[in-house]
């Protein structure tokens, strides 16, 4: 039987390895500090799907709060091991994160999702989920000292 849960430290390493099927390179010492960090922020939580001690999927929700939407809880990550698909785990991670959202009073719920994950866009529309925009996303490493032109 599987249970949902939130994610404790211990889940650490279990949530690196999965983080590699979401294409991020992340270790257990990385994820141990992410999460330790998390927990300290408001409106963050993370669930996880757990079969006879062995986590299988995880799902990280936030609160975002905008100058030109409404406040919102996005799913800002969810992954289940590719063994477990089609079992469930994130039509239940995601319910989850509803249901967590509608008991702190959000109305929305959004999330992203790359481009090339096809199936997982036809499985947010399955589940009522609607697509709203497509867009590029952009990033800029702080740590080099190049200043802007």
């Known amino acids: ?3 949902i849960r939130t994610m404790r430290a211990a889940d650490a390493a279990a949530a690196a390895r999965l983080c ?3 294409g991020y390179e992340a270790t257990e010492a990385d994820i141990s500090e992410r999460f330790a960090r998390l927990t300290t922020l408001p409106d963050n939580q993370v669930w996880v799907a757990e079969r006879d001690g062995v986590v299988l999927a995880w799902a ?3 609160g975002v ?3 030109q939407a409404p406040s919102a809880i996005e799913i800002v990550g969810i992954v289940v091991s590719p063994a477990c698909q089609g079992q469930g785990l994130g039509r239940r991670l995601l319910s989850a994160c509803e249901a ?3 008991q702190l009073g959000y109305r929305h719920i959004r999330l992203r999702s790359s481009v090339h994950r096809v199936e997982a866009h ?3 529309r399955h589940l009522g989920y609607r697509q709203l925009k497509t867009s590029h996303s952009f990033a800029r490493d702080l740590s080099e000292e190049a200043v802007l032109p």
């Open 100 to 102: 967590w959202a509608r």
């Open 1 to 3: 039987m599987v249970e």
């Open 65 to 67: 709060h905008l100058l």
């Open 20 to 22: 590699l099927d979401l």
């Open 60 to 62: 990280h929700c936030r």
């Open 122 to 124: 036809a499985f947010y």
